[in-house]
């Protein structure tokens, strides 16, 4: 019978830690497929945060760096700069990114860092018991807002997307989701065209990843898809925010 599937190069053989359902594990390996794909595996460099992809030094089969919390990006700034012939990207969840992080990403993304970021955004923080994120949506119960997101006294989420495109040093911002299989292929395309940018010599780049995290939403995993797409979505819509490489348009259509 002829090979018709293997695994990716890009990922080691270590069980991930992940809780069942976690969409970490896709976004990894869309990650690794795309590294091993362009033939850039052996030359590329990750940053770890600290959040539930904290581990993540121990799945990718790449040098990987572990940043201090929400130092992703300036981690990654000292290895591009240093090795500017590697390929260097963060792997960084809403809390690490949008919260302690927030500087660091606008600030690499300003100055143009030839670097390559993958935010996964599941509204929540995941690692430490399912507190209230910048990226939680409005009315949104979690740990630290048992009668839901307050915008009065919380403030309203964070489109990182959105803010990051505004900024002139980056190329290419994309929001995209693994909540179906039409939705994890176009994810793909779209991290794909950001390590592209890279290897094109361009500035900054940044795909937001819509994720789900069934244990702290207390939500079954199929459940938390249809959560995804029936509250996420319409507030973080998908699509191309900026691409000054080519058409600056959104090109996904919601899946519901």
Known sequence: MPL???????????????????????????????????????NAIGVAPVGCSVLAFNYFACDVFEAAHGRAPAVATGVKR?????????YQGDGDLAAIGTAEVVHAATRGEKITTI??????????????????????????????????????????????STLDGAVYVERVSVDSVKNVLKAKKAIKRAFECQLEGKGYSLIEVLSICPTNWGLSPEESME??????????PLGVKKD??????????EVH
């Open 227 to 236: 959560w995804l797409r029936t509250n996420m979505m319409p507030y973080y």
């Open 119 to 164: 935010f996964v955004n599941n509204a929540i923080y995941g690692m430490t018991g399912g507190q209230m994120a910048p990226t939680s949506l409005p009315g949104q119960v979690t740990e630290t807002s048992p009668y839901g997101r307050d915008t009065k006294t919380a403030g309203f989420p964070i489109r990182v997307s959105e803010l990051i």
């Open 4 to 42: 018709t599937f293997t695994k990716t190069r890009g990922l080691t053989d270590v069980p991930t830690h992940y809780c069942p359902g976690c969409t970490h594990g896709i976004v990894h390996r869309l990650v690794a497929e795309v590294l091993e794909e362009l033939g850039v595996l052996d």
């Open 244 to 253: 000054t490489l080519g058409a600056n348009k959104d090109t996904f259509e």
């Open 82 to 90: 240093s090795r500017p012939d590697s390929v260097v990207f963060t």
